[in-house]
């Protein structure tokens, strides 16, 4: 059976349509253009539903057929989500009061697709966090209220199966996966202690030694936890507002990696500077992170936080591995130009290098074949549009917003894993009438005072470092880890040091004296008297200073009072070196 074709999402203030994506690129008849503007689309986890707010209702319908499923009267919606296993759909607005109610309405509503009934409603004033976040198999759902975990279990929401309170929980991240769930937390230091992250296995949180893994830190003021896909092990990136040695304006971050099993490490990244971005591999068993000042780097680490692969230095901020974990992009947006660097991540093989000016969204395709590129408001409002191509380089479809409108958003259908296998890489450029975008080298900014002279490294603004596989020598050390590199070189020492007490073991042939040197070097004359000696020495060295001294002047270098002293005394001192050597 062939897999399906992925539908992408298009929003904007011209209202909201589905796109077929490659090969076809054309729109979607099942389900036809929805002309009132809307900013808010969403898939459910299978994507056989497709919800969105047109600023009257929210909609729900199949993406097989574009029916209906479910309309619901809430013209104020800002958020929509679906549960995992598409029983509930979650609905966000602003939190609002009046003279006339001045505790305001719930505005976190919690709906049965089947049914269209409420389910529960919560006051949720702030967005972030604003969706309780569910289980795979949705056995549990967990919200944040008041600084306390608050879980549910089989979608009862009038119940609190369970809680979790730790002084003051700001952040947390459930586990991706069904039964065992755990959570992560974070809990924010206070009077001069530490801050920590610490890992529960639900519904164990009795007791202090209940924790499946705790790390503290001391520098941070808020975290961004990441789960890995198998739910092992959780990386922490941990920030602070204000860099107090002042050397980042973005203040600084650290990166922690901490699993299930105890384990817990700072992942040493070599290069200092802000940390842009770090991503989980889909299969869970390397990460990749972007730091330092710019031009950026970007390395790849095993569980074990060892360094495997260092692709050198860039303009790049952002990291995305495809859905099947076989390619690698490298991209700078926002502030940057646009430059993506597309990698074969199991040979550590650049496969294009291509260019997406002004973007600001990326998104693998769920095929892993395709992305697409947009820029849109109100990020930016000139030049809105996007942008379907093939990893290799090829834009197969471009749509530009037309002028006076703006496009607020665009988002391919999800799929459940293994939805689309894995194929091979392909290193030449897919065929299209659009043909590529391949990136052209940018001519580096050079000041006036250096223009018209020629370029040498001392003139170059910044260190530019290939990747580990491009490096001088570096053949034989191509994505070897740290631990592997060291056994290597523990071997050749060892290697070496059998051959020596091979050479050591063996009868010693006498040595054939060596010839004279053609020029040997005349011995410096001695009078025998060391004081005479190191007087001689003295006036000569004195003689080479003034000489220096003389090269220097005739370059037209200005000399200073007391080094034209010194030239002035190169008669007195001639003298007294022929008369040293004449005592000889």
Known sequence: MAPPIPLLAVCGSDGTSLLQGPPKCEDYTALPRDTRPSKFVAFSKDGSLFSWCNGDKVSVVKTSDGSSVQTFDLPK??????????????????????????????????????????????????????????????????????????????????????????????????????????????????????????????????????????????????????????????????????????????????????????????????????????????????????????????????????????????????????????????????????????????????????????????????????????????????????????????????????????????????????????KPVKYQAAPSELGTTEAKPAQAYRPPALRNKPVSATSKLHEEEPPQNMRPGAAGEKGMSKSALKNQKKREAKKASKLADAQQSQPQSQPEPSPPPANPTPAAVSSGDPELDKKIKNVKKKLKAIEELKEQQASGKPLQKNQLEKMQKEAQLLKELEDLELGL
């Open 77 to 422: 919606v800002s958020l929509l989500e679906f549960s995992p296993q598409n029983k509930v759909l979650a609905t966000w607005q602003q939190y609002a009061k009046t003279q006339d109610n001045p505790q305001g309405d719930p505005n976190l509503q919690l709906w049965d697709i089947q049914t269209g009934k409420c389910i529960k409603a919560f006051y949720q004033k702030k967005m972030q966090g604003w969706c309780p976040s569910w289980a795979a198999d949705e056995s549990i759902a967990v919200r944040n209220v008041n600084n306390e975990l608050h879980f549910f279990e089989e979608n009862n929401f009038e119940t609190i199966a369970n809680k979790l309170h730790l002084q003051k929980v700001s952040e947390f991240a459930l586990s991706p996966g069904c039964k065992p769930s755990k959570v992560a937390v974070y809990v924010p230091g206070s009077k001069g202690g530490p801050s920590f992250v610490r890992l529960y296995q639900y519904p164990n949180f009795g007791g202090p030694t209940s924790a499946l893994a705790n790390k503290s830190f001391f520098k941070a003021d808020r975290v961004a936890m990441l789960w890995n896909n198998k739910a092992s092990a959780v990386l922490v990136t941990a920030s602070t507002d204000v860099d107090k040695t002042g050397a980042s304006y973005y203040g600084e971050q650290t990166l922690h990696y901490v699993a299930t099993n105890g384990e817990s490490a700072v992942v040493q990244l070599p290069k200092n500077g802000p940390i842009y971005d770090v991503a989980w591999s889909p299969n869970s068993n390397e990460f990749c992170a972007v730091y330092g000042f710019m031009p950026a780097k970007a390395t790849v680490f095993n569980l074990k936080c060892d360094p495997v692969f260092d692709f050198g230095t860039g303009p790049r901020n952002a990291v995305y591995y495809s859905p099947q974990a076989h390619i690698l992009v490298l991209a700078g947006f926002g502030n940057l130009q646009g430059h993506m660097e597309v990698w074969d991540i199991k040979k550590y093989k650049q496969v294009s290098k291509l260019q997406a000016a002004d973007s600001t969204f990326f998104s693998w395709c769920p095929d892993g074949e395709h992305i697409v590129t947009a820029t849109c408001s109100p990020r930016l409002r000139v030049s809105n549009g996007f942008k379907i191509w093939h990893y290799t380089g090829t834009v197969l479809h471009k749509h530009d917003t037309p002028a006076g409108a703006e496009l607020w958003g665009v988002q391919w259908q999800t799929f459940l894993p293994g939805a689309f296998p894995e």
